[in-house]
């Protein structure tokens, strides 16, 4: 595992920012790191990149304590902070290059590396140009470079999409996806569309306390404990007969021969409804299993 989290604690005062968390994220994945505001998503971010010490616990990345090993957490991860922090009058090729020499690439390499990073990074167009400038789309664009300029193996984007335009919001997220397929990503955003769109798995964090650490098909289906099915049929069919089945918990009318059905997972309800449609003779025209909207997982979690 390229990130892992053991029993992490950031005390500020008399307040548990963090308050004792445990997650790990894995190379070729995505993970979203969510929570509402004040939860501390940015803390636990800080303590990752070695800006902040935790007070109790740890952060392993590819096997080196933030602890004992400072310098080498921080070759082996690229960071952008929420508030991207850049030198408006320096020019897109020099800011790269001016990060390049910090991370102490070999001279002859930095070149080629500010190539790639431009290229992949989409700043083709915009490399001539001073980052003041850019549009805020193109500033997070140079943000990403600079925090793949080094090739870590980590990266972490702290809410990396805030006041993008909608066009510039879809090719932020492809970039993230591609980069996602190579190295280990922890995404922080308030998006939830966002989430459901390019994460793999979600840890969602609430008065510094984890309230959910599952995979986002998961989150989606009830948390694994209900699934909902969508009904349509050709005739009327009274509720209180789909509600006596095995397994069901609630059905409710939609109107125009709709329903909605809330079963458990432990039984199959589908062989049972469409016996029972059968003996009614009202036929299924439509049937399918329904997800809930991670946003609303969300605000149940974190409420």
Do not use: W
């Amino acid at each position: 595992m390229s990130v892992v989290v053991k029993k992490l604690v950031k005390t500020f005062g008399t307040q548990n920012a963090v308050d004792n968390i445990s997650f790990s994220a894995n190379k070729g994945s995505i993970l979203g790191f969510l929570g509402p505001n004040g939860a501390g998503k940015s803390t636990t971010m800080k303590i990752a990149t070695c800006y902040l010490p935790p007070s109790a616990g740890t952060i392993e990345v590819c096997g080196f304590d933030v602890n004992t090993h400072p310098m080498e957490v921080r070759r082996l991860i690229g960071y952008l902070p929420e508030h991207n922090p850049l030198y408006l009058d320096m020019y897109v090729r020099e800011y790269l290059e001016f990060i390049a020499s910090l991370h102490q690439l070999n001279k002859g390499e930095i070149p080629t590396r500010i190539h790639q990073m431009i290229d992949q990074c989409g700043l083709v167009k915009e490399q001539a140009k001073k980052i003041g400038e850019l549009s805020k789309g193109y500033r997070q664009r140079v943000g990403l470079a600079q925090a793949l300029i080094h090739n870590p193996e980590v990266l972490i984007l702290d809410e990396p999409t805030t006041g993008l335009d909608p066009n510039q919001l879809t090719e932020i997220r492809n970039l993230i996806k591609e980069i996602g397929r190579e190295k280990t990503v922890i995404f922080s955003t308030h998006i939830m569309q966002e989430v459901e769109q390019i994460c793999d798995k979600v840890v969602i964090i609430n008065r510094g306390k984890i309230v959910a650490n599952e995979d986002v098909k998961y989150l989606q289906n009830f948390r694994g404990k209900l699934v909902r099915i969508s009904l349509q049929l050709s005739a009327y069919l009274d509720p209180a007969l789909i509600q006596n089945l095995e397994g069901v918990t609630k059905v409710e009318s939609l109107g125009n021969n709709k329903y909605m059905i809330e079963a458990g997972t432990q039984i199959d309800i589908r062989p049972s409804l469409f016996q029972l449609t059968t003996t009614q003779q009202a036929s299924i025209l439509e049937m399918k299993q329904e997800e809930d909207s991670l946003e609303k997982v969300f605000k149940e979690l974190t409420l």
